[in-house]
């Protein structure tokens, strides 16, 4: 590790802000970034939108994202499943989640790719839960492993893979983004 990501790591190690929550899991390279991200995604205008919800993190350590189960997100008028897209930006912004776990300082990341396999209709009137594994981080690409399910996370309705692009950020913005986050977080 260079010696500018060591010693960005323990600035932002030693920044505790007045909300740290407990989403993390003690493996976390960084969890004040995690933190941050995992609530930043869930609060994007889209996320809320789809009233996108992180849960928690499992306790296998990953991320835990969520989607009700509306009549106006349904993409069959008959069977009233959830429509795809709505799935795949769950899978999305959770694999996002995922990268951000493996993070040991902010970045920015960029969906390169995503892959999902529809395994079977969510049920209607269920909410879908979606948890993501970050299972490499290889210079400038991270590598996600992704499920939705419902009731039984042995039994998925969905799969997905999906790669991001990580650029990394000057510490002038790190520094304006976290204080972004930080109102972001008061309101």
Partial sequence: MSVLCVLAHEVLQSYQPEYFSPLYDMTTPNPTVFDYLFQHYGSLPHCRALGIRCEHIGADGLPVMSVPWREDLTGNTVSHT????????????VSASAVAARLPDFEVLATLDMRIDHMHPATPGDRVYAKAECYRLAGQVAFVRAHCYQHDEADPIALGTATFMRTPIPEADRVALRHYLDKERAQ
């Avoid at 959830?82 to 912004?93: A, N, P, S």
């Fill in 82 to 93: 959830l429509h795809g897209g709505v799935i795949t930006t769950l899978v999305d912004v």
